[in-house]
């Protein structure tokens, strides 16, 4: 298990519902601090070798806490031992409905098998229930815990959006799609996205005010000529008291952490298709403004005190001196994505680890502003010798460029 990180318990079940593309039967903590997701061994495979043996690349992903294989014997039991680090903070109902939710998708599987076998020519058709059949999850930290209004878009990277083993209709379908969008265009694709207050008109919003644009939208309303304004949409929101200066401060965040996803897939030898980057960032201007509030009062009090504990160091014509060797002082001001009044030293979106904390214990876990996390390995592997994966690297470059403006 890579994740050590205690969670809370939670007693009851909470679907998750914060999913904006991807295949049907994710299950969740009511928490929403974990993200039990049906997944096909490769990737497995996938989580288990990078977390392993890269950890630059580890740490674009969501942390990865285990696996769990469920099988028409799986009892509540069998996951306990499957998880012995996670399972405690895992409630029965949310243990129950994995059993239930797996022995389900084996039944359909069976059934689906004994379809096939009938005598009919049929080609590749695509999965309209967006259910994959599997024995196999992965569980993750859930990327949207923390925030109060979660604003999520799912980017699906890649103008070639099949593996090298998939039939040739999915082939020639996946070619077509690609053509059709901002795949081939850009080489990504907003593949799904929710967002607060999302639309002028309240009746298209849910029971919690996000308005929900699934992957039609992407497919059939966005295109090359309108990519940077669907991404605006995103970020820039008047109505949930997202202005021009907060969103430019997000535009800025998330084009930081862009860079550095370019930076890490450009050394790294990977093959990827069909995975995508996850947007996440707090929807309500109002939680938003109050979260990097709080971050700037915990850092300037953090550099308060590492001041106070250089005493020792002389200070001369901007420049400080220790033991002779002179080091640049960035004139009173902090280095970071966040410029002006919103500037932060790291605006992360995780809350830090233990080692993180102050020792007074007065800060436990930092406000939750943005997260950027790649997503989506069921078609992903290493590939040493093969040199970086410019197929994905195509859409990271994409959206840097549109951050960049969007960030202006």
């Avoid at 797996?102 to 098998?113: M, P, Q």
């Avoid at 992957?215 to 109505?239: L, P, S, W």
């Amino acid at each position: 298990m890579a994740g050590t990180r205690e969670l809370p318990t939670h007693a009851d079940l909470q679907p998750y519902n914060h999913a904006v593309a991807g295949h049907d039967g994710t299950l969740s903590d009511a928490g929403g601090e974990l993200f039990v997701k049906p997944c096909v061994q490769q990737e497995i495979d996938f989580y288990e070798k990078t977390f392993a043996e890269h950890p630059e690349f580890a740490s674009l992903m969501p942390m990865f806490l285990g696996t769990l294989a469920l099988n028409d014997a799986s009892t509540v039991r069998t996951i306990d031992e499957q998880l012995p680090g996670v399972a405690d903070h895992l409630s029965q109902g949310l243990k129950e409905e994995a059993v239930k939710r797996a022995k389900n998708a084996l039944a359909e599987g069976h059934t689906n098998a004994e379809a096939e076998e009938a005598p009919i020519n049929i080609g590749w058709q695509p999965n309209k229930n967006r259910r994959i059949v599997t024995d196999m999850s992965v569980v993750l930290e859930n990327s949207t815990y923390g925030f109060k209004k979660p604003n999520v878009l799912d980017a699906k990277l890649g103008r070639r959006l099949w593996a090298d083993d998939a039939p040739l209709e999915k082939k020639k379908r996946f070619d077509e799609i690609s053509r059709q969008t901002t795949n081939g265009s850009h080489g990504f694709r907003i593949a799904g996205m929710r967002v607060y207050k999302g639309s002028d008109n309240p009746d298209e919003w849910d029971a919690e005010g996000f308005k929900i644009f699934n992957k039609d939208y992407g497919r059939f309303h966005v295109n090359k000529d309108n990519i940077v304004q669907a991404m605006a949409g995103f970020i820039f929101n008047e109505r949930a008291g997202i202005d021009k200066e907060l969103g430019r401060a997000v535009a800025q965040a998330f084009l930081h952490d862009l860079r550095r996803v370019e930076e890490v897939l450009s050394k790294s030898e990977t093959r990827m298709y069909s995975a995508s980057l996850l947007f996440t960032f707090e929807g309500d201007g109002e939680a938003l403004r109050a979260a990097i509030e709080e971050h700037n009062a915990i850092i300037s009090k953090t550099e308060s005190a590492e001041q106070e504990e250089e005493e020792e160091f002389t200070v001369l014509n901007g420049t400080t001196e220790l033991n002779g060797i002179e080091a640049k002082v960035l004139n009173g001001s902090v280095d970071g994505p966040i410029q002006g009044d919103l500037k932060v030293v790291e605006l992360m979106g995780a809350p830090p680890s233990d080692s993180e904390e102050e020792e007074e214990g007065e800060m436990t876990t930092m406000p939750r502003v943005y997260s950027l996390k790649l997503i989506d390995f069921a078609h992903a592997s290493w590939v040493p010798g093969q040199g970086p994966d410019e197929n994905s690297l195509l859409g990271v470059r994409s959206l840097i460029k549109i951050f960049e403006e969007l960030a202006q």
